[in-house]
């Protein structure tokens, strides 16, 4: 009997072995060791899917002088050019990637992806850069400009709104000759090669 289109599609999926419980407190050390195996092949795919997912951004303008990626290469390169390490490139390049799926929370989408690689620090500016850029728009939507003041005592605050100031609302200009999307490839996978702040850390570090 020949091999048919389906077997092969399940195997390309890791569907040749399979744990065999229908409940996971029925779960053996050998049904986790498929998955642990599964899990972590799975993981080495990340920057694939983030840098696909990156790549959605490419022509969505929304209205601004630059499409959503342009913006996002603009915001990494500035932060290159002014001496940034690896860590802190990589979430200024990410900093927008949730505003496909996280149309109302995107600063919170792109924070949870990057949290496993970067500093508390870099993670806090991710997640809260939302807040700090309205400071140069917020009033022109009805809304409260100084929103980030809430977080003013907060130790990362300056940082924030250093990040906004220097990088991302300075990116918005259709003549800055910005970085490929390939440039920051490699800087994405090392940045992404190792989980720091995980809960699946340890697993990531025995595999």
Known sequence: MGVTEETLEDMAHGAAERAKFREMKEGTQE??????????????????????????LDG????????RLEHSLQTATRAHRDGRDEAYVVMALLHDIGDTLGTYNHPEVAASIIKPFVSEEVHWICQNH??????YY???????????????DHPFFDACAEFCEKYDQAAFDPDYDSEPLEFFEPMVRRVMARPINSLYAKAAEAA
């Open 60 to 67: 969505d303008f929304g209205g601004f002088p630059v499409c």
């Open 31 to 56: 049904d986790w060791a498929i998955i642990g195996g599964e899990y972590m092949n799975f993981a080495k795919g990340l920057p694939d899917r983030v840098l696909a997912h990156l790549k959605l």
């Open 130 to 135: 939302g807040h700090f850029q309205g400071y």
């Open 138 to 152: 917020f009033h022109y939507l009805g809304m409260d400009r100084e929103s980030r003041e809430q977080f003013r």
